[in-house]
Nanobody, 114 residues
Framework: VQLQASGGGLVQAGGSLRLSCAAS????????MGWYRQAPGKQRELVAV???????NFAESVKGRFSISRDNAKNTVYLQMNSLKPEDTAVYYC?????????WGQGTLVTVSS
């Protein structure tokens, strides 16, 4: 699966951004799609995932602020990020899991200024 992430940028604390991840195949054929992030000097961590059936899971640090959704017609998954904090600054990566095989997008940088 090829993934194209977009939507990152610079935003002030308290602001919002929406990330998009366009997949090269139909979303219903992808078991799980998700967003991960990696801050400087830290390990990559899960942010949010959504399954084919629409179930979602979020990191505790983003619950209530971030949401994940999918547009099957556009083969695209979105990460809506609200009430952003400086600690949300990271490179955000889109991920697709198909039959146990994981694919990654190129990453998009989100910078939240205080």
């Amino acid at each position: 699966v090829q993934l194209q992430a977009s939507g990152g940028g610079l935003v002030q604390a308290g602001g919002s951004l929406r990330l998009s991840c366009a997949a090269s195949r139909r979303l219903f054929s992808i078991n799980v799609m998700g967003w991960y992030r990696q801050a400087p000097g830290k390990q990559r961590e899960l942010v949010a995932v959504i399954t084919t059936g629409g179930s979602t899971n979020f990191a505790e640090s983003v619950k209530g602020r971030f949401s994940i959704s999918r547009d099957n017609a556009k083969n695209t998954v979105y990460l809506q990020m609200n009430s952003l904090k400086p600690e949300d600054t990271a490179v955000y990566y889109c991920n697709a899991l198909v039959g146990g095989i994981s694919s990654w997008g190129q990453g998009t940088l989100v910078t939240v200024s205080s």
